[in-house]
Nanobody
Framework: QVQLVESGGGLVQAGGSLRLSCAAS????????MGWFRQAPGKEREFQAV????????YYADSVKGRFTISRDNAKNTVYLQMNSLKPEDTAVYYC??????????????????WGQGTQVTVSS
C-alpha cells in the first residue's frame, strides 16, 4: 500500500551534517506518522525521530536531541531528517517508517507497518 524510499546517506567527518530524505508513494493518509530509525552492525534497530502528518508534533531519541531535526513536505510526500554535529556512533543504516495511529508507542519498531530499504550513514572520526 505504501512504498518508502530513503536517500541522502553518505560518508562524512565527525561534526559534519547530512540531510536524509524519505519519499512516500502509493496510498497515503494525512494521519500517518513518519519515523526514522537506525541500525548499526550487530545492534537492534533504534528509534531516532517521529513526526505526525496531521500535526507538528515531533519526538526524538535522547541521543539525537539538539542535533537532529525531523520535518515534512506534504506537497512532495517526503519526510526529512537533518543531522548535524554527527558523531562516529551515529554510523548506521537509517530507515524511514510509516503507519497510522502510532500513538504512544512511536519508539517501537513493531508500531510501523511500512519500511524503506535504508540508506547508509558513515561518520569518520
Amino acid at each position: 500500500q505504501v512504498q518508502l524510499v530513503e536517500s541522502g546517506g553518505g560518508l562524512v567527518q565527525a561534526g559534519g551534517s547530512l540531510r536524509l530524505s524519505c519519499a512516500a508513494s502509493g496510498r497515503t493518509f494525512s494521519n500517518y506518522a513518519m519515523g526514522w530509525f537506525r541500525q548499526a552492525p550487530g545492534k537492534e534497530r533504534e528509534f531516532q525521530a517521529v513526526i505526525s502528518w496531521s500535526g507538528a508534533n515531533t519526538y526524538y531519541a535522547d541521543s539525537v536531541k539538539g542535533r537532529f531535526t525531523i520535518s515534512r513536505d506534504n506537497a512532495k510526500n517526503t519526510v526529512y531528517l537533518q543531522m548535524n554535529s554527527l558523531k562516529p556512533e551515529d554510523t548506521a543504516v537509517y530507515y524511514c517508517a510509516a503507519d497510522t495511529f502510532v500513538g504512544r508507542l512511536y519508539y517501537r519498531v513493531d508500531a510501523y507497518d511500512y519500511w524503506g530499504q535504508g540508506t547508509q550513514v558513515t561518520v569518520s572520526s
